[in-house]
């Protein structure tokens, strides 16, 4: 049997908040550890019927990249739901309001945020 590993390495600072942020996967084009500023984990326990999740940014990630970041990660779970479960309806909603995040997000650039 063939098996694959992701290794996250959280460095923190001294309050625990994220400082550094690598990964590596056995699977990953290219060998050794990369930088990211973010990630989002989900697991779906069986037992318990929900999603456990981790989300974790370094200091240096900036709000406007972790908003865009969601929305990448929405879309990207809408393609999912449709390929493995072949639900056109869901997967066309959550692209939708993708759709209209970007829009709001565009909208917020040009404004400036509203804090």
């Known amino acids: 049997m ?8 959280i460095e923190l600072d001294e ?3 994220p400082d550094n942020i690598t ?10 550890p ?3 500023k973010s990630i989002s984990v989900s697991l779906w326990d069986d037992l318990q ?24 990660c929405l879309g ?3 393609q999912s739901l449709l ?10 909603e959550m692209n939708n309001l993708c759709e209209r995040l970007v829009e709001h997000l565009k909208k917020e650039s040009e404004e400036g945020p509203s804090r």
């Open 15 to 17: 309050d625990n908040v």
């Open 2 to 9: 063939r098996k694959s590993e992701i290794k996250f390495i």
């Open 83 to 92: 390929n493995s479960t072949g639900d056109e309806f869901m997967s066309s």
């Open 49 to 72: 019927k929900n999603t456990m999740r981790i989300d974790l940014w370094t200091k240096e990630m900036p709000v406007d990249e972790m908003k865009r970041f969601y929305i990448d």
């Open 76 to 78: 990207g779970m809408a």
């Open 23 to 32: 990964w590596e996967a056995t699977e990953k084009p290219e060998d050794g």
């Open 34 to 36: 990369t930088h990211t």
